[in-house]
């Protein structure tokens, strides 16, 4: 049985990046909690989109894999900027106004 683990970068992957290559060489996925796990609705979409993105790209660097972002929080700028996130993690480069169906596969 595998499970979806939503890693922050700054309490998880800067810590344990040996656990993070474990859970990926073992066949779970793993997917993206931010980095320092802030209260994203009190942020502005740069601020949201950097926690995304330094956390997309601290995974990346251990596994070589771009993950999923969590976009189950919510706030405007949250959304765009986690939508944003998603979008470009799964190749897709104008999003639109609508959810891509490549998201929904991953």
Not at 31 to 60: K, M
Request: with cysteine; net charge negative.
């Amino acid at each position: 049985m595998h499970a979806t683990f939503f890693v922050q970068g700054k309490g998880h992957i800067a810590k344990y990046p040996d656990v993070l290559r474990r859970i990926s060489d073992e066949g779970h996925e793993i997917g993206n909690h931010t980095w320092n796990h802030r209260r994203p609705t009190g942020l502005d979409e740069d601020e949201v989109r950097w926690e995304l993105t330094s956390t997309q790209d601290a995974i990346e660097k251990i596994i070589g894999v771009r993950p999923r972002p969590d976009v189950s929080t919510r706030g405007p700028a949250t959304v765009f900027a986690a939508y944003r996130a998603a979008a470009a993690a799964v190749g897709v480069s104008d999003p639109g106004c609508h959810l891509p169906w490549e998201l929904l596969a991953a």
